[in-house]
C-alpha cells in the first residue's frame, strides 16, 4: 500500500463518492481515492477499490478550475448563472479551458455561499504535511472567505502525526477534522479490524482538540453486538470523556453484503442488535457520558432517533428523556415509529401523531404484514436500502 503520488496525466476534476452529511453545501476537493487502510469488516464503502494519492498538481489544477469558474459566474454572468442557455455555456467555458463537471460543482457552491471545503476521500491527512500545506495554501490564496475546511481522517494517522504538525494544519486554515472513533473498546476495534487501540484513539483526539481544531467523533451504536454491546457503550463513552470533542455523532451499524461483517452476520458469528437493543445502548452510552461539553449529533439517515441531539452536559437529561420514550411505548406504537421512521416519514417520536404519515405507515404494515416477529428482518431490508 505505498502512499507515494501516482503518474498519470490529468483527466480533469475529480470529486470522491462520499462527504458527511454536515457537509453537503461544501466544495469538495478530492486529494486521495478511497481509503488507505480499507480493512474495517463494517466499512462497504471503498472495498474493491484501490487506494491513491492524486499528483499534488492535479487538486492544485482543480482548484484553480474552481476558482477560474467563479470568477466566470461573477465577472461573465453577472451571477445570473441559469439564464445562460447550454450552447452559449458550453461555448464559453471550452474559450475558458474549463471542465464541465468543475463549473457544475463551482455553480452548486457559489449558490450555497462558498463557505466550506471538504477533502477528500476516507483519510486526507495521510498525505505529508508539507504537501497538505499547498493545497491549504491554494485554496485560502483562491477562496479568503472560505470559513471552514474540514477532512477526514484515520486515528491511527493522527497518532503519528506531531503536535506542531496539527497546529500548523490548523494556522493554514484545516479546522473541523472528522473520525470515525466507531468503538472505543479494545475488543470490538479488534475485532471489526479498525487498526487502531482506544488509547491512540485518545491520543489522536486530544491531539486535535489541542490543536485548536473541530473534532466530530462517530460513535456506532451497534457495533458491539448483542456480545459486546455494554462493553462498546461503556468504553466508548470513557474515550470520549477524555478527548471532549467537539462533537460526538451517531452512524448506525448497518451491514451491505459486501463487507466482511456480513458474512459474520449470516453465519451468527456476529449477532445483530434489534432497534431496542440499540436504544437501551444508546442510554447507556449516554449515561456514562461525564464532563464534557460535546455537542451530541444525530444527523445520519439511518438512525432510529434523529432527535436525540443536544449539548453536553445540559441537554443530558432531555436525551434520556427520548430514549425512554422510546422504550416505553407500547409495541404496537414502538413498531408504527419504526417503520415510519425507516420509511422516511418520521423524524421524531411525536411525528407519529400525524394522522395522515400515520395512515400511510398502518397501511403498509397491513399490506405486508409486518409484526414484531419480522420487524427486524424488515428494518435490515430498509437499512440496506440506504445504504
Ligand atoms: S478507515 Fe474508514 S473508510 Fe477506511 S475501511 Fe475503515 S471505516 Fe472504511
Same mark, same amino acid.
Given at each position: 500500500m505505498s502512499e507515494e503520488e501516482e503518474q498519470e496525466p490529468y483527466s480533469g476534476f475529480e470529486q470522491g463518492p462520499i462527504r458527511p452529511p454536515s457537509e453537503a453545501f461544501s466544495l469538495l476537493i478530492r486529494i486521495t481515492r478511497n481509503c488507505p487502510w480499507n480493512r474495517c469488516s463494517f466499512c462497504p464503502v471503498y472495498k474493491g477499490s484501490r487506494f491513491s494519492i492524486r499528483p499534488l498538481e492535479h487538486v492544485l489544477k482543480d482548484i484553480e478550475q474552481i476558482a477560474k469558474s467563479i470568477s466566470l459566474i461573477n465577472l461573465r454572468f453577472g451571477g445570473e448563472i441559469y439564464a445562460i442557455n447550454e450552447i452559449t455555456l458550453n461555448r464559453?467555458?471550452?474559450? *475558458? $479551458? #474549463?471542465?464541465?463537471?468543475a463549473f457544475i460543482c463551482a455553480v452548486n457552491w457559489y449558490s450555497t455561499g462558498m463557505r466550506s471545503v471538504f477533502l477528500q476521500d476516507a483519510n486526507s491527512l495521510v498525505l505529508p504535511t508539507e504537501k497538505l500545506l499547498c493545497v491549504l495554501n491554494?485554496?485560502?490564496?483562491?477562496?479568503?472567505?472560505?470559513?471552514?475546511?474540514?477532512?477526514?481522517a484515520r486515528a491511527q494517522t493522527i497518532y503519528k502525526k506531531s503536535l506542531d504538525e496539527m497546529i500548523l494544519l490548523k494556522e493554514h486554515g484545516l479546522n473541523r477534522i472528522h473520525i470515525g472513533l466507531e468503538s472505543g473498546s479494545d475488543v470490538v476495534l479488534k475485532i471489526m479490524k479498525k487498526g487502531v487501540t482506544k488509547e491512540q484513539h485518545?491520543?489522536?483526539?486530544?491531539?486535535?482538540?489541542? *490543536? $485548536? #481544531?473541530e473534532l466530530s467523533e462517530y460513535y456506532m451504536p451497534g457495533l458491539g453486538g448483542q456480545k459486546f454491546w455494554k462493553e462498546h457503550a461503556i468504553e466508548s463513552a470513557d474515550a470520549l470523556n477524555q478527548i471532549n470533542p467537539t462533537f460526538i455523532r451517531f452512524r448506525t451499524l448497518a451491514i451491505p453484503s459486501n463487507t466482511p461483517l456480513y458474512e459474520e452476520?449470516?453465519?451468527?458469528?456476529?449477532?445483530?442488535?434489534?432497534?431496542?437493543?440499540?436504544?437501551?445502548e444508546l442510554l447507556c452510552f449516554i449515561e456514562h457520558l461525564d464532563g464534557i461539553t460535546s455537542i451530541?449529533?444525530?444527523?445520519?439517515?439511518?438512525?432510529?432517533?434523529?432527535e436525540l441531539e443536544?449539548?453536553?452536559p445540559e441537554d443530558k437529561e432531555k436525551m434520556i428523556t427520548i430514549i425512554n420514550e422510546f422504550l416505553n411505548l407500547p409495541q404496537d406504537e414502538k413498531l408504527?415509529?419504526?417503520?415510519?421512521?425507516?420509511?422516511?416519514?418520521f423524524e421524531k417520536l411525536y411525528d407519529r401523531m400525524d394522522f395522515k404519515k400515520r395512515s400511510v405507515v398502518q397501511q403498509i404494515i397491513r399490506q405486508?404484514?409486518?409484526?414484531?416477529?419480522?420487524?427486524?428482518?424488515?428494518?435490515?431490508?430498509?437499512?440496506s436500502r440506504m445504504l
Amino acid at each position: 500500500m505505498s502512499e507515494e503520488e501516482e503518474q498519470e496525466p490529468y483527466s480533469g476534476f475529480e470529486q470522491g463518492p462520499i462527504r458527511p452529511p454536515s457537509e453537503a453545501f461544501s466544495l469538495l476537493i478530492r486529494i486521495t481515492r478511497n481509503c488507505p487502510w480499507n480493512r474495517c469488516s463494517f466499512c462497504p464503502v471503498y472495498k474493491g477499490s484501490r487506494f491513491s494519492i492524486r499528483p499534488l498538481e492535479h487538486v492544485l489544477k482543480d482548484i484553480e478550475q474552481i476558482a477560474k469558474s467563479i470568477s466566470l459566474i461573477n465577472l461573465r454572468f453577472g451571477g445570473e448563472i441559469y439564464a445562460i442557455n447550454e450552447i452559449t455555456l458550453n461555448r464559453v467555458l471550452n474559450d *475558458a $479551458g #474549463i471542465d464541465p463537471q468543475a463549473f457544475i460543482c463551482a455553480v452548486n457552491w457559489y449558490s450555497t455561499g462558498m463557505r466550506s471545503v471538504f477533502l477528500q476521500d476516507a483519510n486526507s491527512l495521510v498525505l505529508p504535511t508539507e504537501k497538505l500545506l499547498c493545497v491549504l495554501n491554494k485554496l485560502a490564496h483562491n477562496f479568503p472567505n472560505v470559513q471552514r475546511i474540514t477532512s477526514y481522517a484515520r486515528a491511527q494517522t493522527i497518532y503519528k502525526k506531531s503536535l506542531d504538525e496539527m497546529i500548523l494544519l490548523k494556522e493554514h486554515g484545516l479546522n473541523r477534522i472528522h473520525i470515525g472513533l466507531e468503538s472505543g473498546s479494545d475488543v470490538v476495534l479488534k475485532i471489526m479490524k479498525k487498526g487502531v487501540t482506544k488509547e491512540q484513539h485518545i491520543e489522536a483526539g486530544k491531539k486535535v482538540v489541542e *490543536a $485548536g #481544531i473541530e473534532l466530530s467523533e462517530y460513535y456506532m451504536p451497534g457495533l458491539g453486538g448483542q456480545k459486546f454491546w455494554k462493553e462498546h457503550a461503556i468504553e466508548s463513552a470513557d474515550a470520549l470523556n477524555q478527548i471532549n470533542p467537539t462533537f460526538i455523532r451517531f452512524r448506525t451499524l448497518a451491514i451491505p453484503s459486501n463487507t466482511p461483517l456480513y458474512e459474520e452476520w449470516q453465519s451468527s458469528h456476529f449477532k445483530k442488535c434489534t432497534d431496542l437493543e440499540i436504544a437501551q445502548e444508546l442510554l447507556c452510552f449516554i449515561e456514562h457520558l461525564d464532563g464534557i461539553t460535546s455537542i451530541i449529533k444525530s444527523d445520519h439517515i439511518l438512525n432510529l432517533l434523529p432527535e436525540l441531539e443536544g449539548q453536553l452536559p445540559e441537554d443530558k437529561e432531555k436525551m434520556i428523556t427520548i430514549i425512554n420514550e422510546f422504550l416505553n411505548l407500547p409495541q404496537d406504537e414502538k413498531l408504527i415509529f419504526q417503520i415510519g421512521r425507516r420509511m422516511g416519514l418520521f423524524e421524531k417520536l411525536y411525528d407519529r401523531m400525524d394522522f395522515k404519515k400515520r395512515s400511510v405507515v398502518q397501511q403498509i404494515i397491513r399490506q405486508y404484514d409486518i409484526h414484531n416477529d419480522n420487524v427486524e428482518e424488515v428494518i435490515n431490508q430498509f437499512m440496506s436500502r440506504m445504504l
